[in-house]
């Protein structure tokens, strides 16, 4: 069994693979004050809790954009798996071409994503992760990594509007049933979602144009706001909520020894 780990900015999210099936899957909030003994032990009542022993993982592929999490977690993996875990970084073997100024200083996550979803449906792609911060990474027709945007993600976006400002309030994300509101709540609601929403669609079609009306990308888009952003999104083709750990399972096979 082989466990995959995508460390993010606000969660962590783990998944056990049997050849290409994934057999388990599990979400848990990234705290960059624990130790690798406590995710350990964290590890394992979740892995109890499914009938699943350290010793059933026979490898673990790790990649994250929390640099001060990557000791930990392998002294975590070294100690409770016995097991020294492959790292997304500098020197993996990704398959594609990273058509970036500085290649290592590309996210960990996005190659993830772009070597998964080019895995699971070809190219061309624009593959939109909805978390933390928001990336849109353009993918070739024969895999490779075009570049990408970055873009402040919809949380951020609704903290700024509150800490800035005395007197709006947190709100809970959901979307409103008008864009006319009548009230601060949905008001606030309405500027931020579909804000956010209209933000994803002129991006997409600025790279649409700038790529030429030849090119037709899948537009897949994945993360913790990808289900809600996409019912309001005019671009978005599909969801795909295991993206990344789609693409560690590939990365993994490819680095296999």
Known sequence: MLLVIDIGNSNIVMGTYAEKVLMKHWRISTAEQ?????????????????GIN???????IISSVVPQLIVPFIKMCERYFKITPLIVGPGIKTGIKLCYENPRSIGADRIVNVVGAFDLYGGPLIVIDIGTATTFD???????????VIAPGILASADSLVSSTAKLPRIELV???????HNTITGMQA??????CGQIDAIVERIRAEMGKAWLPKVIATG????MISRESKSIDKIDHFLTLSGLRVLYERNRI
């Open 191 to 196: 500027g931020i979602i579909y804000g956010y």
């Open 54 to 60: 350290f010793q059933d993982v026979h490898d673990i």
């Open 34 to 50: 624990k130790t690798g003994d406590e995710y350990g032990m964290l590890i394992n009542d979740l892995f109890k809790y499914q």
């Open 224 to 227: 913790g706001f990808a289900t």
């Open 175 to 181: 979307p409103p049933k008008s864009i006319i509101c």
């Open 138 to 148: 353009i993918v070739a027709e024969n895999g490779d990594f075009l570049g990408g």
